[in-house]
């Protein structure tokens, strides 16, 4: 019998007395490292013939006994999936996520798919994401008429037209607000100009793309320190 002197397991730092020279681990960790090996070899190998698998399964089912016994244990193999699905959540996102990222061109090509055959639920889902992340939705409405002026002014234009009523109300609602503002310019018009309110009485006028360039609103505060920064210092270097 060979004597071999106590190693540190490279899995769990235990010391343990190795039984030839090539054994890396303890006897505690030995089953799992086989294990994990183990599944991560499946995993290699369905990744590989992932399309030849689809196909043989897809004609097993096609035949008589694959019907009989997709019959006789749908929701039983239905269940299955929906424990294994709980149990290894975290894992099947992970996984998930990792193969959109390697795989963007393919993972949005299916997405479409399946959002032209399931179109109502694709509007549920995408309505309560919204509802759920309206910062993120603004942020992204913002970007992308950032990216898409053209279009974004004929859609605006297009559900006026459409929505005439919810248009009437939107600009009733404006005009309510902008009557309790007072207007007393600090500068004098030029071309090019808008009118912007320092606060609810005062008005400088700046150029349109300064106004525009901070979303601002004089009513809850919002990024009025920012905007009016900068428009006092343009009204103190043009003065």
């Known amino acids: 019998m060979n004597n071999y002197k106590p190693k540190n397991c490279e899995r769990c730092g235990k010391q343990y007395i190795p039984v030839n020279g090539r054994q890396k681990y303890c006897e505690g960790c030995m089953p799992i490292v086989c294990k994990e090996r183990q599944k991560k070899a499946t995993e290699k190998y369905r990744g590989i013939h992932r399309e030849k698998r689809n196909q043989a399964s897809k004609l097993w089912r096609s035949t ?11 929701e039983k193999s239905k269940e299955y999936s929906k424990q294994w699905y709980k149990n290894h959540c975290e894992e099947i996102k ?12 393919k993972a949005n090509q299916w997405q479409n798919q399946w959002r032209e055959k399931h179109p ?20 992204l409405a913002k970007i992308w008429r950032e990216t898409h002026k053209e279009e974004a ?8 037209k459409e929505n005439p009523d919810k248009y009437k109300q939107i600009c009733k609602r404006a005009r309510a ?11 004098s ?3 090019g100009a808008e009118p912007h309110h320092i606060n609810k009485n005062d008005v400088i006028y700046i150029p349109k793309e300064l106004h525009k360039s901070i979303c601002h609103n004089v009513h809850t505060g919002k990024n009025m320190d920012a905007i009016n920064s900068l428009a006092l210092n343009l009204m103190k270097g043009g003065s």
């Open 189 to 191: 018009y030029f071309k």
């Open 120 to 139: 109502e639920i694709a509007k549920q889902r995408i309505k309560k994401w919204c509802q759920e992340h309206p910062d993120e939705v603004r942020k």
């Open 153 to 160: 002014k004929e859609g605006g234009y297009r559900w006026r």
């Open 94 to 105: 992970r996984k998930s996520k990792q193969w959109k990222n390697e795989n963007r061109a």
């Open 177 to 187: 607000k902008r009557r309790t503002l007072g207007f007393y310019p600090l500068n």
């Open 64 to 74: 008589q006994v694959g019907k009989e016994w997709y019959e006789s244990n749908h």
